[in-house]
């Protein structure tokens, strides 16, 4: 025990004396969360618009001051022909504008039909899209307050509601997410490296000719990054709902206990990487290309897996990130137990029992 | 006797890595492992030090079986390699530290090892210092010192003046001439031909089998030549 204190002593000291690995470990989860958190995102905030009124009547104006209220949208400039409309877009001073046909009021009243034309730039798609959805959503709610008065005999109206994350905060979807790779990141890649650095020092050989039994060196390897993967799971969890104002739904023991066993999965592929790696650069190399990239693409994280193509989808089942995903997102947004995780929780302990072997076997046959 | 080996084979596949080999070393003798590369000698050597398990054969390193008690074998080993193998980010003193404590010296021991080996090779200034500021000489012969620490009966060499000038070269004989005088025995590879000329008895591998065994005087002898290196040229053209 002794000894295993001396050799988890000494992976501390590598840890903290080199930067690089400092920085992964504590400067890139704070990164990442605020990049995500902050910077990008798919909701809309003040977003630049143009304004063609041919009418310049009560109703635009009263159309125009309720877009103009509401927090998406900020008034750049007011055009005063279409002739002003491909200059304005090419300059890149607004993403959309709005329209307002000639005559608007009137043939609201007569002919109950006017028609708003929404021109958007759409070489950023997403953005165009959601400029479009929120700029009916505000003319609809318009139309429905005029149209209060009238009696209409049936009319269906939808009533969206959006559960478990109410202000469709882009940030929610990323915490999970980006827990799940800086813990992957940490477990997986700095192990690998950390075991192949040995590797290419020839201290290895050393700690292989000596006593210490081979377990028990690899279990030094792996207690320091679960300890540090713990805590950087802590920070970003205390980040997110004190930045953020995202909610733990669930319950934190599961929480933490499913992001222990995701830990350990991790930490089981980096030492199977570090077995079939002899370079510290093919260690990173593997882990960035083998772990990060699948994580990033095919979890679930930013591209939902449902709408993938069926091959892909088939291949995202044996990421585990997926399932941690899947987990931990239903824990802190839904806040369901492990009556509704069980399943995604077996997997994940079964693709963690799967790699520990695996791992267990090939550092086996590199002894012999 | 300190090392037995009795017809100690190695296969891989199709390809015997190490062919029947026997030899004897003593205890004290500096015993030289000779051969070109590949000629298998890093191999020998794994199974010996308990990190290889042999395909046939027999051996005992330090009395212990090589099959059943690699466990005692290795308590009773230093091992050195050709890398030098020390902690660059860590200082002198807690390399020293932390292979004391695998090798599970007590507290007080490694503290009273550590000063005595850090006044034999002249530290005291750098003891604090990373081992990666250190140049390369110095770090062999701490290198060294360090698989000496917990007192083994047998000290591995492998090629372990790889890279550093002839002089250094000169004076890290010296370490190995005081170790042998304690009573180590050592047994230590090399391609270095002059340095063969240090050892009490010198083995020659050539493709996995060892093709002469004596000491270097017999064997300049034998082959009526001048030095070692004209000996392993007339056995490696065969």
Not at chain 1, 248 to 265: A, C, D, K, M, R
């Amino acid at each position: 025990m002794k000894r295993f204190i001396g050799f988890v002593k000494k992976e501390f000291y590598h840890i903290f004396r080199d930067k690089r690995s400092l920085f992964i470990l504590f400067g890139m989860p704070i990164a990442q969360i605020m990049l995500f958190g902050f910077a990008i995102t798919n909701e809309i905030n003040n977003v630049d618009i143009a304004i063609l009124d041919k009418s310049q009547d009560a109703t635009t104006e009263e159309i125009i001051n309720k877009i103009s209220a509401s927090n998406y949208f900020s008034i750049q400039q007011y055009l005063k022909n279409e002739s002003e409309i491909e200059p304005i877009f090419q300059k890149g001073k607004v993403k959309a504008v709005l329209v307002f046909e000639n005559d608007f009021s009137k043939k609201l009243t007569t002919e109950s039909n006017a028609t708003v034309q929404i021109i958007a730039d759409a070489t950023d798609p997403n953005t165009a899209n959601t400029i479009s959805n929120f700029t009916s959503s505000i003319l609809q709610k318009y139309q429905q307050e005029i149209n209060q008065e009238l009696k209409i005999p049936y009319r269906i109206i939808p009533e969206t509601r959006m559960v478990y994350n109410q202000e469709l905060k882009s940030v929610f979807m990323f915490v999970p997410g980006v827990m799940t790779i800086i813990l992957m990141l940490v477990s997986a890649m700095m192990t690998s490296i950390s075991v192949t650095k040995e590797k290419e020092m020839g201290t290895m050989e050393i700690l292989l000719v000596s006593p210490l039994k081979p377990y028990l060196v690899i279990i030094g390897k792996v207690v320091p990054y679960i300890l540090l993967s713990v805590i950087n799971a802590v920070v970003i969890i205390l980040m997110s709902i004190f930045i953020f104002k995202m909610p733990v739904q669930g319950s934190f023991l599961l929480l933490g206990l499913e992001s222990i066993l995701f830990i350990i999965s991790s930490l089981a592929l980096g030492i199977l990487i570090s077995t079939i790696s002899e370079t510290q650069q093919t260690a990173m190399m593997i882990s960035l290309m083998g772990l990060m990239l699948p994580v990033i693409l095919l979890s679930g994280f930013i591209f939902p897996v449902a709408s993938m193509p069926m091959p892909l989808q088939v291949i995202s089942n044996v990421i585990p990130a997926k399932w941690f995903i899947i987990i931990i997102k239903g824990i802190m947004l839904k806040g369901v137990g492990l009556a509704f995780v069980w399943k995604e929780t077996l997997i994940l302990l079964g693709m963690t029992v799967f790699f520990m072997a695996l791992s267990v076997k090939k550092y086996k046959i590199r002894l012999e | 006797m300190v090392i037995e080996v009795e017809n100690l084979s190695k296969v891989f596949g199709d390809f015997k890595a190490v062919n029947q080999i026997s030899f004897e070393v003593g205890k004290g003798e500096i015993f030289g492992f000779l051969g070109a590369n590949g000629a298998g000698k890093t191999t020998a050597m794994k199974m010996l030090i308990g990190i290889s398990s042999p395909s046939s054969g027999k051996a005992t390193v330090a009395g212990f079986d090589v099959y059943k008690n690699a466990e005692d074998i290795k308590k009773n080993i230093g091992y050195m390699s050709q890398k030098f193998a020390l902690y660059d980010d860590l200082t002198i003193k807690e390399n020293i530290t932390f292979f004391g404590g695998i090798y599970g010296l007590s507290r007080s021991r490694i503290k009273e090892k550590s000063e005595l080996l850090i006044n034999e090779l002249g530290l005291q200034d750098v003891a604090k210092e990373l081992v990666g500021s250190l140049p390369l000489g110095w770090k062999q012969k701490l290198s060294f010192s360090v698989a000496l620490l917990h007192e083994p009966k047998i000290i591995f060499l492998d090629e372990p003046t790889g890279g550093v000038d002839p002089i250094t070269r000169r004076q890290f004989w010296e370490l190995i001439y005081k170790a042998a005088n304690k009573g180590i025995t050592v047994f230590v590879t090399t391609h270095y031909m002059d340095e063969a000329e240090y050892c009490d008895r010198v083995s020659i591998m050539v493709d996995g089998k060892i093709e002469a065994l004596d000491t270097p005087k017999k064997l300049k002898e034998q082959f009526n030549v001048d030095s070692m290196n004209d000996v392993f040229l007339k056995l490696a053209r065969g």
